[in-house]
Nanobody, 127 residues
Framework: QVQLVESGGGLVQAGGSLRLSCAAS????????MGWFRQAPGKEREFVGA????????AYADSVKGRFTISRDNSKITVYLQMNSLRPEDTAVYYC????????????????????WGQGTQVTVSS
């Protein structure tokens, strides 16, 4: 069974940086598109960024463009989210997700497109 484990969350001051990691295991490999989503208290889960299976194509929410970067290392079956210039409104639980159809060459933007999810990691940005 596929497991996704996020790490790297924490408390940071506004303007700071964090790097989230999502390691996949359980019979999976690097052939699947991956994405990051977040959910703040009282709000719906929203798209943050996504990456194609080979890393050639990425997409970002307008709210994080220019500040966040998604990348992946298929040899480690791990996807990363580098978050710079963090703002209090970035506070949320961040989730990674994995596609269930391999070799997709474009990033997936909606939660329903993903079949596997991690448990999430809390990111808190203080003002």
């Amino acid at each position: 069974q596929v497991q996704l484990v996020e790490s790297g969350g924490g408390l940071v001051q506004a303007g700071g940086s964090l790097r989230l990691s999502c390691a996949a295991s359980g019979g999976t490999d690097g052939r699947y598109a991956m994405g990051w989503f977040r959910q703040a208290p009282g709000k719906e889960r929203e798209f943050v960024g996504a990456i194609s299976w080979n890393g050639d194509n990425t997409a970002y929410a307008d709210s994080v463009k220019g500040r966040f970067t998604i990348s992946r290392d298929n040899s480690k079956i791990t996807v990363y989210l580098q978050m710079n210039s963090l703002r209090p409104e970035d506070t949320a639980v961040y989730y990674c997700a994995q596609d269930i159809r391999g070799f997709r060459e474009y990033p997936l933007l909606t939660p329903s497109a993903y079949g596997h999810w991690g448990q999430g990691t809390q990111v808190t940005v203080s003002s």
